[in-house]
C-alpha cells in the first residue's frame, strides 16, 4: 500500500477517532430513544339514541293545508219553480237570475306551533258584499291553548264557531244536505262569534271525535265533551254593540251503543243582541234585547242507517204578526229537524249517502235586518255521490213553504232542484 501523505494523515485519524465513538456502547446508551409512532386516540363510546337531543323542528315546518270548493247551480227544472222562493241566510243562488255559483271556496291553514298551542285559520274565497261576489273575507282565526300534555282540558280564543247544537258545528265539507236546516242555524249567523271557549273530553273521546269526523260517518269535530265560554253575540266579524257578552255552555257524549256510535247532546247560551231596523219598522222598548234559547241533539252515525234530529227553544228578536208586524220585540220562538240517511260503500267503486230531511221553525231571524219572523216547513231528498276522496257530487230536490227573507216578507212556496260539486283538497 503506498504512504499515506503525511498531509492528509492528521484528517484521517480524526474520521476513525469519531467513528469508534459513534459504535462504542456507552454512546449508544446515552442517544436519546426515538418518538414512538403516534397512536390513534381511543374511541368514545357512542351516546344512545335517547341520550342524543333531536332537532326540534321549526313551527313553520308543521303547519298543514286542506280546504274544499263547492260550484253549485240551482236552476235545473222544477214542477213547481217560484222565483220569490229566497233564503239570504242559506243559499243566495236562489231566486230569478242566478246561475252557475261558487257557494264556499274554503282553504284551511293548521298546525300546532307548539306543544300546548295550535293554530286554525279559515278564510272563504267566496263570501258576498252587496253584489259582489267571491270576496275573501274570514271565517275561523284561533288558537288552542292546552293545558296538559294528553290535551284534555283547552282554551279557544279568537273567532271561532260557538258550541251549540249539532249540525252548527258539523263541517259544510261534512254535512250531505246542501245547507243547514233553519231552526238551529238562526241562532248564530255563520256559525262563529269572536270570544274564548274551554272544552274538555278524555283523550280517548278526543280521538273518536277525530275519528267519527274524518270517516263517512258525518261527524261535528271536536268541540269538547264539555263546552261553555263567553263571545260577543253580535255573529262572526262584526263588533259587539252593546257591551253585554252573550254566554254558553255545551254538553255532548259520543258512545257505542252495540256496534253503532250514538252521540246525545244538549246546550243553551244567554244574551242580548242589538237588533237593526230599517225605515218603516222599530223596536219595542230598548233595542237590546234578550236573546236565549236551550238545543237537545240526537245523533246515530249511519252504520249504515243513521239518524240526526234537534229541536231548540228559546226567545229571540223578531217581527210581530198582524198588527205588530213592524214591531221588533224579543219573542218566543221553537223549530227543528229530523234527517234519514243510509250509507251505501263501494257500489261499484263509488259511495252513496241518499238522505232525507224535515225542518220545522217559527221565530226571527235576529241577524237580518229587522229580525223578520218566519214560518219555515221544508221537505229535501238527496242523495251524495262520493266518488274519489277528492271529489262528491249531490243532488237535492227540496219542497218549501217559507217566508221570504226580504221585505215585505211574505210566505212562498216552491220546489227546488239543485246539483252541488265539491271538490276536497
Given amino acids: 500500500m503506498p504512504a499515506m501523505s503525511s498531509a492528509y494523515r492528521p484528517v484521517f485519524q480524526a474520521l476513525l477517532s469519531g467513528a469508534t465513538l459513534l459504535l462504542s456502547p456507552v454512546s449508544l446508551a446515552q442517544q436519546e430513544p426515538a418518538s414512538p409512532p403516534p397512536t390513534a386516540e381511543p374511541a368514545q363510546p357512542s351516546q344512545p339514541p335517547e341520550a342524543k337531543k333531536e332537532k326540534e323542528t321549526p313551527w313553520y315546518e308543521r303547519i298543514k293545508f286542506r280546504g274544499y270548493t263547492q260550484f253549485r247551480y240551482n236552476r235545473l227544472p222544477s214542477f213547481e219553480r217560484n222565483d220569490d222562493l229566497i233564503n239570504d241566510q242559506g243559499d243566495r243562488f236562489l231566486g230569478k237570475n242566478q246561475g252557475f255559483g261558487i257557494r264556499r271556496a274554503r282553504l284551511v291553514i293548521f298546525g300546532d306551533v307548539h306543544e300546548h298551542v295550535s293554530i286554525y285559520l279559515q278564510p272563504d274565497f267566496a263570501s258576498a258584499i252587496g253584489d259582489q261576489l267571491n270576496v275573501a273575507i274570514m271565517r275561523d ?54 270570544g274564548a271557549f274551554f272544552y274538555w273530553e278524555p283523550a280517548e273521546i278526543r280521538q273518536r271525535f277525530a275519528d267519527l269526523a274524518n270517516s263517512k260517518l258525518k261527524g ?75 238545543v237537545a241533539s240526537l245523533v246515530i252515525y249511519p252504520q249504515p242507517i243513521g239518524f240526526v234530529a234537534e229541536y231548540n227553544v228559546g226567545r229571540g228578536p223578531s217581527l210581530g204578526e198582524g198588527d205588530e208586524n213592524t214591531v221588533v220585540a224579543s219573542r218566543p220562538l221553537h223549530g227543528g229537524y229530523a234527517q234519514l240517511m243510509y250509507r251505501l260503500d263501494n257500489v261499484l267503486g263509488i259511495s252513496f249517502l241518499p238522505y232525507v230531511r224535515g225542518t220545522l221553525y217559527q221565530g226571527g231571524k235576529k241577524a237580518e235586518t229587522n229580525a223578520p219572523r218566519y214560518d219555515v216547513r221544508e221537505l229535501e231528498l238527496g242523495v251524495e255521490w262520493q266518488i274519489l276522496k277528492a271529489l262528491e257530487v249531490t243532488g237535492a230536490y227540496v219542497l218549501s213553504d217559507r217566508t221570504s227573507s226580504r221585505a215585505p216578507y211574505e210566505q212562498e212556496q216552491g220546489h227546488l232542484t239543485r246539483i252541488q260539486v265539491q271538490v276536497n283538497y
Wanted: glycine share 12%; hydrophobic share 30%.
Fill in 220 to 294: 261535528s269535530g271536536d268541540y269538547g265533551v264539555v263546552g261553555f265560554g263567553v263571545f260577543n253575540g253580535q255573529g262572526a266579524n262584526r263588533p259587539d254593540r252593546n257591551d253585554t257578552p252573550h254566554a254558553v255552555a255545551r254538553f255532548t257524549w259520543p258512545f257505542l251503543f252495540g256496534k253503532q256510535y250514538v252521540e246525545v247532546g244538549v246546550a243553551g247560551y244567554y244574551g242580548r243582541y242589538n237588533v237593526s231596523t230599517g225605515t218603516g219598522y222599530t223596536t219595542q222598548g230598548d233595542s237590546n234585547m234578550v236573546d236565549t234559547r236551550a
Fill in 141 to 194: 282565526w284561533y288558537a288552542d291553548i292546552f293545558f296538559d300534555a294528553k290535551k284534555e282540558f283547552r282554551l279557544r280564543v279568537g273567532q271561532s264557531k260557538v258550541p251549540y247544537g249539532f249540525e252548527n258545528l258539523q263541517s259544510s265539507q261534512n254535512r250531505a244536505p246542501l245547507d243547514r236546516n233553519d231552526a238551529i242555524n238562526s241562532a248564530f249567523r255563520d256559525e262563529r262569534d269572536l
